[in-house]
Structures are given as C-alpha cells and as structure tokens.
C-alpha cells in the first residue's frame, strides 16, 4: 500500500524486523518491544488501575485507492495523510491534560532535533499555554535508558537550532534537564512516575 503526505511526498516506513530488533540492548521482560509498545501496555496498566486515560492518537488517513481481489476482500493501496500529525499521545490524567511525543534514537551520545517537526513544537506550546502538560520522553534504545524531557528546555534547544546552533540536544542535557524513567515489567515505563517528579519541580 502506498501512503502519502499532504504534499505528495511518498511515505516510507522504516523496516522493524526481528533482526533489527534483535540488536537492541533491552532489559529481558521489554526486549524487542518498540517504545510506542511500552507507552501502549503502560497506558492500558493505567487504565485498569483507573489512574489515568491516555490513548495513542489515530492517524487520520484519506483512502484513494481500493483493489478489490476478491468479493470479501479490500486492498487499500493508496492513501494520504489528511493532516500533519501533532503528538503521539494524549489524554487525561488527575484533571490535568497530558499530551506527549515519543522518539527512540540509536544515538548514545545525543538526540538529533530532526526527528521532531515544527508543526509539533507549535501544538506543544499551544497545550503549554491552555496549562496542560506537554513533554518529550525519549528512548536511547542501545543503553536502555529512557528521559521525560519538559517541554520548555525541549523548546530551547529548538530555538538554538533555528538560530544556527546544534541540531541535536547532548545526552548530558537530559541528564542535567530530564527526568529519567527505570523500566520494569509491568507497566513498563512508569512515566507519570517522571511527570510528578516533573511537576514537583
């Protein structure tokens, strides 16, 4: 099937077979999980232990191309993202609106700022302005460690970035700026955990 942005540009999604994943440097009980599953199994401990409502959001497609090979069977092959997409996820935790983006990176040394999007950045500091939460949690997959980036030194080091400076955020930064999250079995990313800490401060 082939999907495409709203300027046309071909969608190519990266391959994520068992080889690949094979590779990673996970703990036992989270090895071969993506960091979208972790947050997924998270958000759905935290549903039944009714802590929190937070969904990943749907990607809203426009399906322009159907085969049909059979009476009971439809093919999309084309279709095309409607709008740019915001964040990942979103929801509502203790009456307070949470919204998030998560990004893995095989960088052990820092986060390259590409692997976020203008229009993301602007929806973030929309949330920041209507008083709800917004970060970035971020995965550092090759030495399993996982960071709660507040959206305000996320922003700047995107300011610094636009103004010419780096084009990535060190991995010291998170250090100094972030909140780290353990892993464990269940859930396996406890980052509202990382959200008080954050709020605390």
């Known amino acids: ?18 080889e690949n994943r094979s590779k990673k440097d996970y703990s036992y009980s989270n090895r071969g999980k993506t960091l979208e599953d972790e947050i997924n199994e998270t958000n759905d401990y935290y549903m039944q232990k009714g802590t929190a409502v937070i969904h990943k959001k749907p990607v809203p497609i ?4 159907v085969e049909y090979p059979s ?8 279709a095309y993202y409607r709008t740019a997409s915001t964040t990942d996820f979103n929801g509502v935790w203790k009456g307070l609106h949470v919204d998030f983006e998560a990004k893995e990176t095989k960088n052990k040394t820092s986060f390259p700022l590409k692997n976020i999007h203008a229009h993301q950045i602007d929806h973030m ?7 709800g939460i917004t970060f970035l949690i971020v995965r550092f997959s090759l030495i399993n460690r996982y ?7 996320l922003q700047d080091a995107w300011n610094v970035m636009c103004n010419g400076g780096k084009k990535s955020i060190p991995f010291d930064f998170f250090e100094q700026h972030a909140f780290e999250i353990v892993p464990g079995a269940y859930p396996p990313i406890d980052y509202l955990q990382g959200v008080t800490r954050m709020l605390s401060e």
């Open 125 to 131: 500091r929309l949330v920041t302005e209507q008083k």
């Open 147 to 153: 960071f709660i980036l507040p959206f305000k030194p």
């Open 62 to 65: 426009q399906v322009v191309k």
């Open 1 to 18: 099937m082939e999907i495409n942005y709203p300027n046309g540009k071909i969608y190519t999604p990266k391959k994520n077979n068992s």
């Open 71 to 78: 009476r009971s069977a439809a093919v999309i092959k084309e």
